[in-house]
């Protein structure tokens, strides 16, 4: 492995580790936006939760009418809108700025967070 396909890692530089269609110029990619890069089309290619899973949580009395439920790693708000169909209060955390935008404007009435999962 040559410099230029290689970037240092950890506070002293100690290591290298393939940046894949990377350059030395360019930074690697924080892994809590992995999907950001994708915001625009993300929320057409993930497949929805399935009804039996939103069923299942209604039973258990962990969603359902009253009830918020901070939703970590939100994305584009793909299990968001089924939560506040059921009649939830929804946080949703997400760190990536196009998604938080998108689960903004699709889902007006939810408090939407920047943050990870380590944050909250």
């Known amino acids: ?5 290689s970037v240092p890692m950890g506070p002293a530089g100690g290591g290298h580790r393939r940046r ?3 350059s ?14 994708l915001a625009d089309r993300y929320g057409a290619a993930r497949p ?3 009804t039996a899973l939103y069923d299942r949580l209604s039973v258990e009395g962990v969603i359902g009418p009253g ?3 901070v939703e970590v790693g939100a994305g584009s ?11 939830c209060d929804v946080v949703a955390v997400e760190p990536g700025p196009g998604l938080r ?14 943050g990870r999962v380590e944050d909250v």
């Open 24 to 37: 030395p110029e360019t930074p690697p990619e924080p892994k809590h936006l992995h999907f950001e890069r």
């Open 67 to 69: 009830l918020r439920v």
């Open 77 to 87: 708000g793909g299990a968001t809108g089924e939560l506040v169909a059921r009649g």
């Open 20 to 22: 894949p269609g990377g």
């Open 48 to 50: 929805p939760y399935p």
């Open 1 to 5: 492995m040559t410099p230029a396909e």
């Open 101 to 114: 935008q998108q689960l903004l404007r699709d889902h007006p009435g939810v408090r939407v967070l920047r």
